[in-house]
């Protein structure tokens, strides 16, 4: 690996997860970053940066400070969606490389079960969208499923063969809100929300938060942990209404994928442990084809054979991903901690062997942005 070691994930953790009433946002995030910190290490005074993408409260960011009692020097809020966490790890890595601060805090958190607030794609151009019948998300990630399926051949079976492989990863995940088993005939059998996408294609809704540290290299030589070093990143977006998707079948991954990887000085075949977004099955299926993983049309063959489940060739989103484990509105942040914990080699049941390199990919919107970012321990 060719990447100079500027920065590292150094700490990662949950809150609580599920149906929490009584919890409020902040609650969760300050669960969530304290046992980050903990999990580094570290104390909350080693923290002069903070990060986090949140749609609530007025001035969020100035609440969340105050709330963990941290002043930061530096503060990050892009909100790009489920992808923002990993263009916060990104931005770290920048500031950090610029001398800007040595320690960042990266945080969300989420009530949408316990709210009944559902996430939107919110915008202007939705006016020419939902009221002639085009349910957001859901029928946004249907066009492109029916798209694929119309340009490629896909089937129904293909997609369910993602959610049954995430569930099966979800079975040896103990935090996993949805552990019994699946069959391609029970996603099938489930109620359509969205033609051609079931109830059992379409991701959790839970409550929830999560959060990370980064820390510079000489930060990081005195966490508690072994650094997990930021190799590669890249991020990008594309459009904001799925209107102006430029094809429905290609994300912004087959940018990001591609110069992150060239950052890092790796190639798919270096890659142990894979942890995209699956708001739906076909985000999972659409961002391997644009990740360079298979060849565009090929995604259905590349997951069939129950390939991407635990015991299969191509390690994939081991936690039980956004389809299983949890989703509190924005799943990105949940994909790093997975990635994190695998290349440390705390998985327990369902631990990759020897994990040393992870590709994150976060989407956010209607497969509106991307963010990958290579992760490698020493």
């Excluded at 110069?259 to 699956?278: F, L, N």
């Excluded at 956010?364 to 970012?373: D, N």
Aim: hydrophobic letters at 40%.
């Amino acid at each position: 690996m060719k990447s100079e070691r500027v920065a590292a994930i150094v700490g990662v953790a949950e809150s609580d997860l599920g149906h929490l009433p009584g919890m409020n946002v902040l609650q969760l995030q300050a669960q969530a970053a304290k046992r980050a910190i903990d999990d580094a290490g570290f104390t909350k005074d080693d923290i002069d940066a903070l990060f986090t993408t949140a749609s609530w409260g007025h001035f969020p960011q100035l609440m969340l400070g105050e709330y963990l009692g941290i002043q930061p020097k530096y503060t990050g809020g892009t909100n790009i969606g489920g992808s923002s966490f990993e263009s916060h790890v990104a931005h770290a890595l920048v500031g950090i490389q610029a001398g800007l601060f040595e320690v960042a805090l990266i945080t969300y958190g989420s009530t949408n079960r316990t709210s009944g607030k559902r996430p939107s794609a919110a915008g202007l151009t939705l006016s020419y969208e939902e009221p002639f019948g085009v349910p957001s998300p859901a029928g946004h990630y249907a066009m492109a499923a029916m798209r694929h399926m119309h340009q490629y051949g896909t089937t129904s079976e293909q997609l369910a063969e993602i959610a049954v492989a995430t569930r099966k990863w979800a079975g040896l995940n103990e935090k996993a809100f949805k552990r019994e088993p699946i069959s391609i005939e029970d996603v099938l059998a489930s109620p359509m929300v969205s033609e051609p996408l079931h109830l059992l294609d379409c991701c959790l809704i839970t409550d929830g938060g999560g959060a990370i540290i980064v820390a510079s290299a000489k930060a990081a030589a005195r966490a508690k942990k072994k650094p997990v070093w930021i190799l590669g990143h890249a991020e990008k977006q594309t459009h904001n209404s799925v209107t102006y998707m430029p094809d429905l079948t290609v994300t912004g991954a087959k940018d990001t994928g591609k110069r992150a990887m060239e950052m890092a000085g790796v190639t798919h075949d270096e890659i142990d442990v894979t942890q995209v977004y699956d708001s739906f099955t076909i985000t999972v299926l659409l961002t391997l084809e644009s990740l360079g993983f298979c060849k565009p049309g090929e995604g259905g063959d590349f997951v069939s054979g129950q390939r991407t489940a635990p015991g299969g060739a191509f390690p994939l989103n081991t936690s039980g991903g956004g389809l299983s484990y949890c989703h509190p509105g924005m799943f990105g942040i949940f994909l790093l901690i997975e990635a994190v914990r695998q290349l440390r080699g705390e998985c327990g049941e369902r631990q990759v062997n020897d994990a040393k390199i992870s590709l994150v990919n976060g989407t956010g919107g209607t497969l509106s942005s991307t963010s990958t970012v290579i992760l490698g321990r020493d």
